[in-house]
């Protein structure tokens, strides 16, 4: 009986643990609301996100010899990572992003690309075509490079508070620490832009 239960149980969480990482596929977005204070509030306050949910990273699904990567523009450079260290970004349930499947070709140039950044210096100034990358910067770059024109969307970049001329605090202080202007109006993409993108779908959840 108990060897029987034990059986069952081990049945149980490799269908859980299976279930849950099967969902995802090559080239799959992975987008997350991480917990990193007053600047994710403030990121959250302006974008918008798949059905209402606030997204503050995302990164590229890379499936190798059965094991799951995730590209990523974080910390100091573009990397590579598991998908344990990169679920370690947020204590909230992530959402699957798939290319609709007219444009799933674009996935192995869309991969290429992306390995081909890893080391390059993260954008902390979130400024577009500066030879750095923050997390959807890469991902918008990426798709850029494999579809022969822009992919995604470039929108005006605000950092200041909804329906006011003020800027958030957060963001006054972390520009004046790099001693540059806020590029308030400059163009720029965002995770939570990307994931009501018409051409990808929300295919699923990871918690």
């Known amino acids: 009986m108990i060897r029987n239960l034990l059986y069952a149980t081990f049945l149980f969480v490799s269908f859980f643990v299976f279930g849950q990482t099967s969902k995802l596929k090559n080239g799959d ?7 990193c204070g007053e600047l994710c509030d ?5 974008t918008e996100g798949f059905d209402g949910n606030d ?30 260290q990169f679920s370690k970004n947020t204590q909230s349930t992530m959402f699957i992003g798939r290319v609709k499947s ?13 390995k081909q950044q890893i080391g390059i210096p993260y954008d902390d100034v979130y400024l577009y075509d500066n ?19 822009p992919f995604f969307e470039l929108q005006p970049m605000t950092f200041k508070k909804p329906n006011t001329n003020e800027f958030f605090p957060a963001w006054v202080d972390y520009y004046q620490n790099l001693k540059i202007e806020i590029p308030e109006g400059k163009l720029g993409c965002n995770p939570g832009g990307i994931s009501i993108s018409d051409k990808i779908k929300i295919v699923g959840k990871l918690n």
Do not use: W
């Open 42 to 46: 403030a990121i959250h306050a302006v």
């Open 55 to 84: 997204f503050s990273h995302l990164g590229l699904v890379v499936i190798e010899n059965d094991s799951i990567f995730i590209i990523e523009a974080a910390g100091n450079a573009v990397r590579k990572v598991t998908l344990e």
């Open 131 to 149: 030879r750095k990358y923050y997390c959807s910067e890469l991902i918008y770059d990426a798709f850029l490079k494999a579809y022969g024109k």
């Open 102 to 114: 007219k444009y799933t070709k674009l996935i192995p140039q869309v991969i290429s690309f992306s």
């Open 29 to 35: 977005l992975l987008f997350q609301k991480m917990n």
